[in-house]
């Protein structure tokens, strides 16, 4: 007959057995929903009543979690993924002199103009179209003479977009005309050029800056080098959406020339393609003067 030493050393090994038991049973149970969950729950089981901790753990709950947490990673992983391609069309801008320009609204002084009125008021259309843009897609023509704001208003539209969430990207059409003409001397920038071409085609908000400028000043006007046209007809073709005659994506230009001057330079079919014909999208810089920075 066993001692009551033995007896209690028994029993003190059948607890022990129990134990792990139970702690294999809890691993068993929260194998679905990871180790993190599983704690969570083990505490909570020690606060809620056994039949709404049975509620919690039922099959169909966890599988919603499971769900929940399956999409917050793909979600997670496509943020990521736009951030990454915002930056990278960003980068593939051309700038001018390679000086990257940042302008908003708020920025627009209206008192540097003769008439004030009359700025305020295209700084506002400006703003309208903006706020219109972050839910619709159409293009916007700027023209008029040099140093009156152009170029400031369609990056300060730009940065608003980029701000809810859009990819922007700026092109000066005389920079790219100017990187076209050096490919035959410098074979490695036809990459750079089709990097460049392919974000024009995809980034959601292009400016295309000085437009017109590569066909040379007003009264000595001529046909732009076919391979600039070539490139500029095939980044609009793409920029359309043909089945439901819309456009694909935003495009601003900013132009010193009238829409007749620009179809001298490229084929009339491309120049009616980027010029909006619907007049409310179009900004007439009219009876301002030149002040650079404005």
Not at 121 to 127: D, L, P, S, T, V
Not at 144 to 161: C, E, F, H, N, P
Not at 199 to 221: K, P, R, Y
Request: proline content about 3%; charged content about 30%.
């Amino acid at each position: 007959m066993p001692t009551d030493r033995e007896k209690l050393l028994a029993a003190n090994d059948n607890l022990k057995m129990r134990q792990q038991y139970e702690k294999q049973q809890q691993k068993d149970d929260f194998a679905p929903i990871g180790e993190g969950m599983a704690r969570m729950f083990l505490k909570a089981k020690q606060h809620v009543d056994p039949d709404e901790f049975a509620r919690l753990m039922d099959d169909d709950y966890r599988e919603r979690r499971r769900q929940e947490l399956e999409e917050q990673t793909i979600n997670k992983a496509v943020a990521e993924v736009n951030d990454t391609k915002k930056k990278h069309y960003y980068k593939c801008s051309l700038w001018s002199g390679d000086k990257p320009l940042t302008f908003s609204f708020s920025d627009w002084k209206v008192d540097l103009q003769p008439d004030p009125h009359a700025a305020k008021e295209i700084g506002k259309k400006a703003f309208g179209l903006a706020k219109q843009l972050e839910n619709d897609n159409f293009n916007i023509a700027m023209s008029g003479d040099r140093g009156v704001g152009k170029t400031s208003l369609a990056l300060a539209i730009m940065q608003q977009l980029m701000d809810n969430g859009k990819s922007g990207m700026f092109v000066s059409t005389a920079e790219l005309l100017n990187l076209i003409s050096r490919k035959y001397d410098d074979a490695s920038l036809v990459t750079k050029i089709n990097r460049i071409k392919r974000s024009m085609v995809e980034v959601d908000v292009l400016i295309l800056d000085d437009f017109g400028t590569e066909g040379g000043m007003t009264g000595a006007i001529k046909p732009v080098h076919k391979d600039m046209q070539d490139l500029m007809y095939q980044v609009s073709n793409a920029r359309v959406d043909f089945e439901n005659n819309r456009s694909k994506g935003i495009t601003i230009i900013t132009t010193n020339n009238t829409k007749s001057e620009l179809k001298k330079m490229y084929e009339a079919k491309f120049v009616d393609r980027v010029f909006p014909r619907n007049p409310d999208h179009q900004i007439a810089f009219e009876n301002m003067k030149g002040v650079r920075n404005v």
